[in-house]
């Protein structure tokens, strides 16, 4: 069955450090895949998505993420952290026909910014 | 942009209550989508739709139902109400080729008291 796991709850960092969120998946087939980002009291705003092609995949909000099929990851990473990005981030893969059209996702993971 | 809507941001009711959740969404999007988000669980699927009057189980429809009469309406009904369907619920949508993922709306927190 697919999944998705993301092993960190809570990660926190100073401003102006890098960060890598974790990501690892588990899916039969090319996986489609996701990071979206929730604010407090929001909904969730996809950042980046992965179909095929090139696996460093650039998204909004100056964030990127690489696929690595033989690890089954897709991490997260932004090389400044800026305290706007305190937020719970969520990685999900696209199953059912097509890819897209049922999505599943991590537990999340909790970003704190310290000034 | 495509737009969610979620009528209420929160919402408290009573044990066995019958609950009504609605959704809206003004893209023309086929596909929508119910999930229950609680901490350390992530999003869960309750439910979805391809089209109108097409219903499709996910992960934890039990105590739930939806209702799609129209194609951007998709509501979620909870029959009578538990606690432990206090949660924060999530409706999305994107149409057939969703290449650019899931619009979400701004989230509903129901409290059942």
């Known amino acids: 069955a697919q999944s998705v796991t993301q092993p960190d709850i809570h990660i926190t960092v100073s401003e102006g450090a890098s960060l890598e969120l974790r990501c690892n998946y588990s899916y039969g087939a090319t996986p489609y895949l996701f990071w979206y980002v929730q604010s407090p009291g929001q909904g969730l705003q996809l950042l980046l998505k992965y179909f095929s092609g090139d696996t460093l995949v650039q998204g909004i909000k100056g964030f990127e993420a690489e696929f690595k099929r033989s690890q089954s990851s897709f991490n997260l990473r932004k090389p400044s952290v800026h305290w706007s990005d305190a937020a719970e981030y969520f990685c999900?893969?696209?199953?059912?026909?097509?890819?897209?059209?049922?999505?599943?996702f991590g537990a999340g993971t909790r970003l704190a910014v310290h000034p | 942009d495509v737009k969610v809507t979620q009528s209420s941001r929160y919402l408290v009711k009573r044990t066995g209550e019958k609950v009504f959740l609605e959704c809206v969404q003004d893209m023309d999007h086929e596909n929508m989508f119910w999930y229950r988000q609680d901490p350390g669980l992530g999003l869960r699927l309750i439910y979805f739709?391809?089209?109108?009057?097409?219903?499709e189980k996910g992960d934890i429809p039990e105590g739930y139902s939806v209702s799609r009469e129209k194609k951007e309406r998709f509501s979620l009904i909870l029959e009578s109400a538990s606690t432990n369907q206090t949660s924060m619920y999530l409706c999305?949508?994107?149409?057939?080729?969703?290449?650019?993922?899931?619009?979400f709306g701004s989230g509903t927190r129901l409290t059942v008291v």
């Open positions: 999900a893969v696209g199953a059912g026909s097509g890819g897209y059209n049922k999505l599943i």
């Open positions: 999305a949508s994107t149409p057939p080729q969703g290449v650019n993922g899931y619009t």
């Open positions: 739709s391809y089209d109108v009057k097409m219903k």
